[in-house]
């Protein structure tokens, strides 16, 4: 029979736009995220993290925003280019005794279209 | 700095075979972890070490899985024996801190 894999949610947009890819974390006692970039046959590749002590961080084009009230992660990617393009993973690190250890959720793809 | 380093990059086997994946650590991180991703489970975390000790190996499937440091650089994978379910990517990471590097990860085929 079919098998059943993961439905990832997917985003498409303009090159030019801008992308916000969201995530719903589960562990209230989480205090460090990151979200990573994963091209095909690739590893995934950091891209911005962000302490629980704090709600919004920026990069290069890249913005992330935590609510910690309602567990949500979110990546604004300005001025989207079709090497965005790629699948896009938050991961939450708990502290205490699983620091170090890393969950990830389950990705959304991005589509740039030029 | 080549970044973490695994290989090999591609193994097809039969079932019943011995498989070792191995990995190489950024030089000067303490911390390695392996993951394995599949489309059914998405990334997963199967083990963890730091400075060579395994701290957490509750993701390790089962007995068919063991995994080592044997030194502060090197780390091997091992599945004894591979079954068809086993076919998945198989990630290392490496990290001094927080921040995780992925190797580029090796893409194992159980037939």
């Known amino acids: 029979g079919e098998s059943v894999g993961l439905h990832l949610p997917t985003l498409s947009v303009q090159e030019g736009d801008n992308s916000i890819i969201n995530c719903a974390y589960s562990n209230s006692a989480s205090d460090y995220f990151i979200w990573y970039k994963q091209e095909s046959g690739k590893g995934p590749q950091f891209i911005i993290d962000i302490r629980s002590n704090m709600d919004k961080r920026q990069g290069q084009r890249v913005t992330v925003l935590l609510n910690k009230t309602v567990k949500h992660l979110s990546l604004q990617i300005a001025a989207t280019q079709p090497g965005d393009s790629a699948v896009y993973f938050c991961a939450e690190n708990m502290g205490g005794t699983s620091y170090g250890k890393l969950t990830f959720g389950q990705g959304t793809i991005l589509t740039v279209h030029p | 700095d080549a970044g973490v380093i695994q290989s090999p990059r591609h193994e097809v086997t039969e079932m019943g075979q011995e498989v070792t994946l191995r990995c190489k650590l950024i030089s000067g991180h303490n911390s390695l972890f392996w993951y394995r991703q599949t489309m059914m489970r998405g990334l997963e975390l199967l083990i963890y070490f730091n400075n060579n000790v395994p701290i957490d190996d509750s993701g390790m499937p089962e007995d068919r899985f063991s995994a080592k440091m044997p030194n502060a650089s090197f780390s091997t994978l091992k599945i004894q024996p591979s079954e068809p379910r086993d076919s998945a990517v198989y990630f290392c990471?490496?990290?001094?801190?927080?921040?995780?590097?992925f190797g580029p990860g090796t893409r194992l085929l159980v037939l």
């Open positions: 990471a490496s990290s001094r801190g927080q921040q995780k590097y």
